[in-house]
């Protein structure tokens, strides 16, 4: 499925109404929405690769990405499961959520996963995942800025 730059201009304009973000940007066939809380740089992503709309969190600085792992590994929580419940919390129908991490050819730590076919073909479900992705990782390791954890 082809990400279009109408469908991202729509999720740019529901991702600024959230008002979770900071600058909110469409560039180079993506949305890039930069991240609020921590103070390393991280952004949140939606794009298309391999037929498929992705929802990614990037980060060059290693040390948020290990908080995130900290967090998780402290707690026993899986990822997908957090994704899940915050994908519910929203309104989203059930859906196997897959979280991918590892750290790209570009160097930036990356967790992304694929949209599933049923959201990502309107703004609405490409919103509600993008959202969900926020929601879950700002209460994970440094995302949500000092002093903000849990």
Do not use: N
């Not at 066939?29 to 930069?34: A, E, P, Q, T, W």
């Not at 809380?37 to 709309?53: I, K, L």
């Not at 730590?109 to 926020?134: C, K």
């Amino acid at each position: 499925m082809a990400v279009t730059e109408a469908m991202l201009s729509g999720v740019r304009a529901e991702a600024e109404r959230a008002g979770v973000f900071g600058e909110v940007v469409v560039r180079g066939g993506m949305l890039v929405c930069r991240a609020k809380g921590p103070e390393a740089p991280a952004s949140y992503r939606v794009f298309g690769e391999g037929g498929r709309v992705w929802v990614s969190l990037v980060m060059a600085d290693r040390w948020l990405s290990e908080s995130i792992e900290s967090d998780l590994m402290h707690t026993g929580d899986k990822i997908e499961d957090l994704v899940a419940e915050e994908l519910a919390e929203l309104g989203e129908a059930s859906a196997e959520v897959r979280v991918e991490h590892f750290r790209s050819d570009d160097l930036l730590f990356t967790f992304r996963t694929p949209i599933p076919a049923s959201a990502a073909g309107s703004v609405a479900g490409v919103t509600r995942w993008l959202l969900a992705y926020e929601a879950c990782f700002r209460r994970l390791g440094d995302m949500g800025g000092e002093g903000d954890q849990g």
